[in-house]
């Protein structure tokens, strides 16, 4: 009996612990669009020179760890690759992105620069994970 309770204990340690990395690890598949930065959720202040990006705000909301207070949240300053048509950019999220739908994500103008021309506008399809 205490052998088949050490094992239920361990499988739901496992479960919960494994459940964060899981959420962290998954490439995000969505639009990519440009924004002007200033002072973003996280409490940072942020220019357009940066490399730097707004996430949705669903998975800013969601993100393992995120409370009441969004300046807490442990999404800010994490490391982000953004990859779209060939090219890719690193960026540290900064911000929350209430227009943003399913994984899309918002970059600085320099960010989004190293992937297309502002003229673009919209990148549809790009792809981008936590590094």
Known sequence: MFSKILLATFSIAAFTSAAPTTLVARANVGDVTFYTPGLG???ITSGSN???AAVAAGIF???PGAGPNPNLNPICNKRARVTAGGKSVDVTV???CPGCIGGSID???A???VL???SVGR???ASWIFI
């Open 107 to 109: 970059l600085s103008p």
């Open 123 to 125: 990148i549809k399809g």
């Open 50 to 52: 940066e490399l730097v």
């Open 41 to 43: 959720s996280c409490g």
């Open 61 to 63: 909301d969601t993100f």
């Open 116 to 118: 297309a021309a502002e």
């Open 94 to 96: 900064v911000d929350r």
């Open 111 to 113: 960010a989004f620069a």
